[in-house]
């Protein structure tokens, strides 16, 4: 199916309340733009400089999200134009983007990205951190972030049961959050579980190979 074709099913299975982001790493401007042209202004990407040379070379009102792990000397060449960074997975990280969001004189959007796999992941907030730093965002201690929500990655498997297991959990945190502050994002969901993700409450899912194809990383 060509991308118009992909972005079209993808659009149709997806509840109206249900934010699309498109994950457009490892493909083209050119790709980008396709889909741009048929609406869609929500984009992710996972690496600064891939993300910075797509920034520049775009349409203006794009909303980028950064969604793969972020280091904190990196934060300054994203801070001028970003509108979400859905990975945020320590208090370092929040304190940098907070610093470089007020050079900019800008407020940054965040989802605290919690670790809900079983499997062995690298990233991720523990719930109880996750916790810990909606409790000092309430308190005032970043005046240049917004915490709009959490994010989180399933296991990679076959198995159904146990992502649902998973994106329930992290539900469970989001219900736990709202209670204390109206959160807008619980992003969950990728090409091969995001249908299981919406069932669990996912009112934003990030979708890549199922529109843009399968990515070559040899090129
Ligand atoms: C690449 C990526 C996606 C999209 O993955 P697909 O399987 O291609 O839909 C979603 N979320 C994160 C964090 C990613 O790195």
Known sequence: ???????????????QHVQLVAVSKTHPVSAI????DLGQRVFGENKVQELTEKQSELPEDIQWHLIGHLQTNKVKYIAGFIDTIQSVDSEKLL???DKEAA????????????KIAEEDTKYGLTKDKARELFRLSLNGAFPNIIISGLMGMATFTEN?????????????????FSQDKTLETLSMGMSDDFPVAVECG??????????????????
């Not at 733009?33 to 741009?36: D, G, K, L, M, N």
């Not at 050079?103 to 919690?114: A, G, M, S, Y």
């Not at 159904?160 to 736990?176: A, G, P, T």
């Open 160 to 176: 159904k049961e146990q992502v649902r297991k998973e994106f329930m959990s992290l539900k469970v945190l989001f219900d736990e």
């Open 1 to 15: 199916m060509s991308i118009q074709e992909n972005y079209h099913h993808i659009k149709n299975r997806l509840p």
């Open 103 to 114: 050079k900019h004189n800008r407020t940054i959007k965040i989802l605290l990205q919690v």
């Open 202 to 219: 996912a009112n934003s899912v990030r979708v890549g190979s199922a529109i843009f194809g399968q990515r070559d990383y040899t090129k």
């Open 95 to 97: 304190k940098e983007i």
């Open 33 to 36: 733009r396709e889909v741009y």
